[in-house]
């Protein structure tokens, strides 16, 4: 008896393997949202924009219309798609790069704006396509391509909270999480609590998801995952985020 891969029904079966590294997180991560696309019944009306960066990788992942947009460029494509045809489930996915350095002004607005689509980024802690350089998310003293002797934050600051800031600056009816590739299950609940929030038409909701990169990160497997499950949460913290007009203990989403 051979053992058949539980992938998501969404997938494209015929693009797997994948197109990224061995131990990179971006495959869990559209794992996690396949599963929730699937459990969700929106396959036929999901468009899932990726941008440049390996989120790029993804141009061919999913059995759903997908668009490939220029860098950073993602949430305010899907922010028009959603727009012109609200019935639509609009999902952006990024990186770190592309959604807190060259998309920041974009992610920064439609977070404002509380637009209802779904924006996911992957935190790698640093620019993973072009070769591994720091991004806003590094960590103090992770060296990287262009920070060889480490992230020195008096010259190059502190790392991004994005969730926290996308929490403190949108609106009523938002969803905003942090989740990680060490915790698929919670993971695709979060997705999914995102994904509602739209079908909803509640508000905005984002999903920052920690993740591995070995490849620059040049890290073994068992430093890998222990630089996503322990360094990681010391500077960015796993779970719901409070957004304007929740009140303390009310569920999320
Ligand atoms: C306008 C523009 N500037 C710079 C680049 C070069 N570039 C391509 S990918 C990338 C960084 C991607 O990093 P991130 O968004 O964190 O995604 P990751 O590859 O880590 O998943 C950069 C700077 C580009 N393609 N377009
Ligand atoms: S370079 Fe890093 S982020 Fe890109 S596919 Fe490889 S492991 Fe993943
Ligand atoms: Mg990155």
């Not at 019944?41 to 759903?64: E, H, P, T, Y």
């Not at 609009?90 to 592309?98: P, R």
């Not at 969730?163 to 403190?168: F, G, S």
Request: net charge positive; with cysteine; proline share 6%.
């Amino acid at each position: 008896m051979s053992v058949q891969p539980a992938m998501p029904k969404s997938w494209r079966v015929d693009t797997k393997p994948h197109k990224f590294c061995p131990g990179c997180g971006h495959g869990l991560v559209l794992k996690a949202l396949g599963q929730a696309i699937d459990e969700l019944g929106i396959q036929d009306r999901a468009v899932f924009g990726c941008d440049i960066g390996c989120s790029l990788l993804a141009w061919d992942f999913f059995n759903v219309d997908t668009i490939q947009t220029h860098h950073g460029r993602t949430t305010p494509v899907i922010t028009g798609l959603k727009r012109a045809n609200p019935n639509l489930i609009g999902i952006a996915y990024m990186g770190d790069g592309g959604g807190y350095a060259i998309g920041s002004q974009h992610l920064v607005n439609a977070a404002s704006r509380n637009e209802k689509i779904t924006v996911i980024l992957v935190n790698n802690t640093q620019y993973g396509m072009t070769g591994g350089q720091m991004a806003p998310t590094t960590l103090p003293g992770q060296k990287t391509e262009t920070t060889p002797y480490g992230r020195d934050p008096e010259k190059t600051g502190y790392p991004t909270q994005g969730p926290e800031m996308v929490a403190a600056i949108t609106r009523e009816g938002a969803y905003v999480a942090r989740g990680t590739v060490a915790n698929l299950r919670q993971l695709k609940n979060y997705l999914k609590k995102a994904l509602e929030n739209q079908m909803a038409g509640n508000g905005f909701s984002f999903v920052e998801v920690l993740s591995t990169c070995p490849t620059n990160w040049r890290t073994n497997a068992e430093e890998t995952w222990k630089m996503v499950e322990q360094e990681l949460p010391k500077y960015f913290k796993v779970g719901e985020i409070k957004v304007p007009g929740q009140k303390e203990g009310e569920a999320n989403g």
